[in-house]
């Protein structure tokens, strides 16, 4: 690897009438430089230079049965959307009170249900929104709905289990279900 | 007369000292910045989410849960995961070994119920892949999950709790998770998600 220059002689002959004169030694760096490179790409793979992110989640005190009734009456209906995320990525809402008439389907691309909430923030004084997840559609479903709350700046919202009634009435509807 | 000269052309002479010099550089940089990949105890497809939260890398507790719902737990640095198990032996009058402490530091996540802990850490690392984790009870008699985390807060103060599931995991599977922590008073915990540029659809 270390070894003496081969072109010393000629070297000596052209510095002939220069100062002192080193010794020419060169080294083969090729294999150093191989090594070094294989160890760079060794931990450039294995590092992960991400840091994992996350959403802060602010659950509600778990509170009894009576002061959560209270605490929804005191929202105006006129306030109020209700969100409720079915399996295979199916979504509907209402606004205000539950009725068979008020239900309408949406989807989860930017077009579907942040257009809906963004005309409802618009039109809404202090809005409050309902997750309401089916117990079998997907995390990915309950993010995305957090994620729109982000998006559109809904500092109120709550996530509640999906009622019997409004399952009852999304069958009528005839929307599909799977059997509990 | 120049004949050697024809015979032998010169070989250009390239100096590497700078890109040794360089190389080594970068190799430095990177071993001193590498935190290696743990080997995951399970792996989980997160959700893609606009959310830009980071996480704190120390203090951290990890509850994941995969596509069917088992759940997982990872404690963030070795010392802490120590104190954890320490405390975890004494409230359950379990004497683990000082090689299941060592186990146990070395070990990023488990889903065993308590009963197989002890198994699990017996285990060589080598053979730990093979070993078939069940996830850690949160349904029936004992919410081993709900023990688990009251020792980790009880060991470390200023911890923050995480829940990192899988995107196609159930919701219901994942409310069971949420609610055992709610019943704990743990109400402000960290959805892990996966980064995604808002722009994007929903992302399916």
Request: charged share 25%; hydrophobic share 40%.
């Amino acid at each position: 690897m270390l070894d003496i220059d081969e072109i010393p002689s000629s070297n000596r002959r052209r510095r002939l009438g220069g100062v002192k004169e080193k010794p020419g030694i060169t080294t083969d760096m090729n294999s150093m430089v191989d090594m070094a490179f294989l160890l760079l790409t060794f931990f450039m793979l294995s590092t992960t230079m991400y840091r994992p992110r996350g959403m802060e989640l602010v659950m509600p005190v778990p509170d009894d049965a009576q002061t959560r009734a209270q605490e929804v009456q005191a929202v105006k209906a006129s306030q109020a959307l209700t969100l409720m995320a079915l399996p295979d990525d199916r979504l509907y809402y209402y606004r205000g009170l539950l009725e068979a008439a008020a239900i309408r389907a949406s989807n989860y691309n930017p077009d579907g249900i942040r257009a809906v909430l963004k005309t409802f923030v618009g039109e809404t004084d202090k809005p409050v929104v309902l997750i309401k997840p089916h117990p079998d559609c997907t995390f990915q479903n309950l993010v995305t709905l957090l994620d729109e709350m982000n998006i559109n700046r809904i500092g109120r919202y709550a996530i509640d289990g999906i009622s019997q009634d409004e399952l009852t009435l999304l069958q009528q509807l005839g929307v599909h279900l799977p059997p509990q | 007369m120049r004949f050697n000269a024809v015979s032998r052309p010169k070989t250009p002479q390239i100096d590497m000292t700078p890109m040794v010099d360089m190389a080594f550089l970068l190799v430095t940089f990177f071993l001193l910045a590498t935190t290696f990949k743990t080997g995951e105890v399970v792996g989980i497809q997160m959700p893609l989410s606009v959310a830009g939260l980071n996480l704190p890398m120390t203090d951290l507790l990890t509850i994941s849960v995969d596509r069917e719902g088992r759940a997982y737990l990872s404690m963030a640095t070795p010392q802490a995961r120590r104190a954890w198990l320490q405390r975890h032996g004494q409230v359950n009058q379990i004497a683990y070994t000082e090689e299941e402490y060592r186990a146990f530091e070395m070990l990023s996540g488990f889903g065993v119920p308590m009963t197989q802990l002890r198994a699990l850490l017996q285990t060589p690392p080598e053979q730990r892949k093979r070993f078939r984790q069940a996830g850690i009870p949160i349904k029936g008699d004992k919410n081993e999950l709900a023990d688990w985390v009251v020792l980790a807060r009880a060991t470390i103060p200023r911890l923050r709790v995480a829940v990192k599931a899988d995107a196609h995991t159930p919701y219901k599977k994942v409310e069971d998770v949420i609610n055992t922590l709610t019943d704990l008073n743990v109400l402000r915990f960290t959805l892990i998600t996966q980064p995604k540029k808002m722009s994007d659809d929903a992302g399916y």
